[in-house]
């Protein structure tokens, strides 16, 4: 296999088609189908017609807090924390955007009326994460104080800010465990109407978690990709879940995963043999999957960690080629974006 580099995941991308806002519909997005030759323009509710009875749709039902919160230190500087991870006795993990960083013991003044204090970096004192006490006058945890005070994390690409609507589109319709600061966006183009349809057609479902955090949007810097160091993610495969996984392959049915941070889970949960904790799982051309048949995706970002596993999984020069079909035919790009449909190529294990 050849050996590939950060810009072999390049690609000129029109800035009119990263999406602003969600389709007006869930379902109502356009569905790239990518799973044969050539590929087939579609709607995604149309996607029961390409499952077959016995299929397992696998989702991640984590949920989206509004993570974003604001204050300002005690000289009056302003600042913006990013929570990443919520720890015990009221302690947070962020990400801190300021002019200068404010040091150890530092109370900070928060929008909402709570208290921030830093008790320094985490995990290692040189980490770009910081961990925080929150106290409130109420009694509130951190997540009632993040549901109250808090702002959806949009991307860095969505240009505006938090709206009512970006509340509810920016979260599944199957949302359950608290924790993630991104939202596992394939899973944004199901509602109501569509679940009843696949189990309609014979589809089962499942669940894992994976808190997905700020780092899946983070750069990757060297050109040689081995280099690459992955954020950290929380995940869970229940025990339901392996059992159906088990019972689809046992009769001839097909696992779908429902997003790459659903990829990344099972393929943490395969390669660890650990079905819960933390993975810095990094998939990239010429890796075995373990698990999954098909994969529901939106489009990623040129040049991103995400860009390397889908090519890993349908194939480079396959994933190339779609990506260059939709962006002649105006598909909708990221996280508001419209979605694909691949089948993992023969080549690659599983």
């Given at each position: 296999m050849?050996?590939?580099t950060?810009?072999?995941?390049?690609?000129?991308?029109p800035?009119?088609l990263?999406?602003?806002?969600?389709?007006s519909?869930?379902?109502?997005?356009r569905?790239?189908d990518g799973?044969?030759?050539p590929?087939?323009?579609?709607i995604?509710n149309?996607?029961?017609?390409?499952?077959r009875?016995?299929?397992?749709?696998?989702?991640n039902?984590?949920r989206?807090?509004?993570?974003r919160l604001f204050g300002?230190k005690?000289t009056?500087?302003k600042?913006?924390?990013?929570?990443?991870?919520?720890?015990?006795?009221?302690e947070?993990?962020?990400?801190?955007k300021v002019?200068?960083?404010?040091?150890?013991?530092t109370?900070?003044?928060?929008?909402g009326g709570?208290?921030?204090?830093?008790?320094?970096?985490?995990p290692?004192?040189?980490?770009a994460?910081?961990?925080f006490?929150?106290d409130?006058?109420?009694?509130?945890?951190?997540y009632?104080?993040?549901a109250?005070?808090?702002?959806?994390?949009?991307?860095?690409?969505i240009?505006?800010?938090?709206?009512?609507d970006?509340?509810?589109?920016?979260q599944?319709?199957?949302?359950?465990?608290?924790?993630?600061?991104?939202?596992?966006?394939a899973?944004?183009?199901?509602d109501?109407a569509?679940?009843a349809?696949?189990e309609?057609r014979?589809?089962q479902?499942?669940?894992?978690?994976?808190?997905?955090?700020a780092?899946t949007?983070?750069?990757v810097k060297?050109?040689d990709?081995?280099?690459h160091q992955?954020?950290?993610?929380?995940?869970?495969v229940?025990?339901?879940?392996?059992?159906a996984?088990?019972e689809?392959?046992a009769?001839g049915?097909?696992?779908v995963?429902?997003?790459?941070?659903?990829?990344?889970?099972?393929?943490?949960?395969?390669k660890?043999g650990?079905?819960?904790?933390?993975t810095?799982i990094?998939?990239?051309?010429?890796?075995?999957?373990?698990?999954?048949?098909l994969l529901?995706t939106?489009?990623h970002?040129?040049?991103?960690?995400?860009?390397?596993l889908v090519?890993a999984f349908a194939?480079?020069?396959?994933?190339?080629a779609?990506y260059?079909?939709?962006?002649?035919e105006?598909?909708?790009f990221f996280?508001?974006?419209d979605?694909?449909?691949?089948?993992?190529?023969?080549?690659?294990p599983?």
């Open positions: 050849r050996a590939f950060l810009s072999d995941f390049d690609f000129d991308l800035p009119e990263v999406a602003q806002h969600p389709a519909e869930r379902s109502a997005s569905l790239l799973t044969g030759a590929a087939v323009d579609r995604f149309q996607l029961p017609s390409l499952l009875a016995g299929d397992l749709l696998v989702f039902d984590t989206v807090v509004k993570a300002e005690p009056g500087g600042l913006e924390l990013l929570v990443e991870r919520v720890l015990q006795g009221a947070v993990v962020a990400h801190m002019s200068k960083k404010p040091p150890v013991g109370t900070l003044a928060m929008a709570f208290a921030a204090t830093l008790l320094g970096r985490w290692e004192e040189d980490g994460l910081f961990r006490r929150f409130s006058p109420a009694g509130e945890d951190p009632a104080l993040m109250r005070c808090g702002h959806v994390p949009l991307p860095p690409y240009t505006h800010t938090d709206s009512a970006d509340e509810s589109r920016y599944t319709v199957f949302a359950r465990v608290p924790g993630a600061v991104a939202a596992p966006t899973a944004l183009h199901f109501a569509l679940l349809a696949l309609a014979g589809v479902r499942a669940n894992v978690t994976l808190h997905v955090g780092g949007f983070q750069p060297t050109e990709i081995a280099q992955m954020h950290a993610e929380r995940y869970e229940p025990e339901a879940t392996q059992r996984i088990a689809c392959k009769r049915g097909r696992v995963a429902v997003g790459t941070t659903t990829v990344r889970t099972l393929e943490s949960w395969a660890s650990e079905a819960a904790g933390d810095r990094f998939i990239t051309p010429g890796f075995a999957f373990a698990h999954v048949d529901v939106n489009f970002l040129p040049k991103s960690t995400l860009m390397m090519s194939g480079y020069e396959r994933v190339m779609l260059a079909h939709a962006i002649r105006n598909y909708r996280s508001y974006g979605a694909m449909l691949l089948a993992r190529t023969p080549t690659a599983c």
